[in-house]
């Protein structure tokens, strides 16, 4: 196991058979984790950057059968911040030293491309030395153009699973792996800075799954990826089945920090709800981001993509400092400013 941990760090890559028996291995992951964190390392040395996570909208058209605001869940009360509230999320953000805003939500119907230019243009002119995010879902490749030409940074889209016939296990007839990955590919030839990911141990997923997530991501050379476990929802479809794995997304973690050392890898949210460690041990396993949640206490609740989520009623000073506690205890240090890729 050690030599195929040493090959992936020199060659960033192995065959397929040995990445599904490193991923599917029993036992201890420490080699694998010390080899992830001296990469991550040579890149980023301890530096951990912040994004404020601002979860703007809860309206969703799209059913996707894990997710707890899928539009068939009639049991969540929905919401969508006002342009003010956003911006007011922002100043909150600027003064406890953010330097990067993600706006995160469904595909509200209401965010037209002039909505959304709308926002991002009051957020870069009030703060032109911050990045701002955007994770919307799939739309045009016009539509992603006039965000980009209205000053969205980045993009959040996760391709959630690479194969065609997992894509239909997770997801209505409407929607199609396809679009999802011209979406990406879009965003990539447009300028953004671009994520990518998926959930682990999503319903169906094996490790011949994970391999071609691999690969996929391999061929697109994301900026960002995003992953974290798939929890179960129980207002979804997915209400009964088995959570993803610590152990699995860890492993995965250090994996993906081995074969694209200089790729933004947050801690997320999901990882930290599955174990009350689990953005600490994400870190030592190659992760150099976190997303503390700037969204108000009110909205906050209502964001409820799986069950349990933590964080739903602290304040966002409070969150800041938790997280910014929890990295300092691991050894890594918080930086204040936008945190771009380092390629
Ligand atoms: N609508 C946008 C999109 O499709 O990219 C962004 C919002 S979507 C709710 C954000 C991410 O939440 C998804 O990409 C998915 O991976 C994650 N997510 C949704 N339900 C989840 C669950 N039950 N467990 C873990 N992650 C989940």
């Known amino acids: 196991m050690e030599q195929w941990i040493e090959q992936l760090r020199k060659e960033r890559d192995l065959p397929d058979e040995i990445l599904i028996r490193l991923i599917a291995r ?3 992951d420490d080699v694998l984790f010390q080899a992830a964190d001296a990469v991550r390392r040579e890149h980023y040395g301890t530096d951990v950057f912040l994004r404020g996570l601002i979860e703007f909208t809860n309206i969703c058209r799209n059913d996707c059968y894990y997710c707890g605001i899928r539009k068939s869940n009639r049991n969540t009360e929905r919401y969508r911040l006002t342009e003010d509230e956003i911006l007011a999320c922002c100043d909150n953000g600027y003064a406890m030293g953010f330097r990067t805003f993600v706006l995160q939500g469904g595909e509200d119907p209401h965010n037209t491309d002039a909505v959304l230019c709308s926002i991002v243009d009051r957020i870069k002119t009030r703060f032109p030395d911050c990045a701002v995010t955007l994770s919307v879902g799939e739309r045009s490749r016009s539509s992603y153009q006039a965000l980009f030409d209205a000053g969205t940074d980045r993009y959040l889209l996760r391709h959630e699973t690479a194969t065609d ?3 239909r296990k997770l997801h209505p007839t409407e929607l199609h792996l396809e679009n999802r990955k011209r979406c990406l590919y879009d965003l990539k ?9 998926f959930m682990v141990g999503s319903p169906g997923q094996t490790e011949r799954e994970l391999v071609a997530d691999l690969r996929f991501l391999q061929q697109l050379q994301p900026d960002m990826i995003g992953i974290g476990p ?3 929802h129980h207002e979804t479809p997915f209400a009964a ?9 860890l492993r995965m973690l250090a994996i993906l920090r081995l074969m694209f ?5 947050p801690a997320t949210t999901a990882l930290g709800t599955i174990s009350p460690i689990g953005r600490e041990l994400g870190l030592k396993a190659g992760a150099n981001v976190m997303m503390p ?10 964001y409820d993509l799986y069950d349990n989520k933590i964080c739903m009623d602290e304040e966002a000073g409070k969150c800041k400092l938790c997280q910014e506690n929890r990295v300092r205890a691991v050894g890594y240090c918080v930086v204040c400013d936008r945190g771009d890729v380092r390629r």
Request: hydrophobic share 35%.
């Open 261 to 265: 050392p200089y790729v933004l890898l």
């Open 293 to 302: 949640n700037l969204t108000p206490n009110h909205a906050r609740k209502q």
């Open 165 to 167: 016939a997992h894509y």
């Open 189 to 197: 030839e447009i300028g953004f800075q671009v994520g990518a990911g």
């Open 230 to 232: 798939f929890i179960p």
């Open 26 to 28: 029993q036992g201890t």
């Open 241 to 249: 089945e088995r959570p993803g794995t610590l152990e699995l997304t």
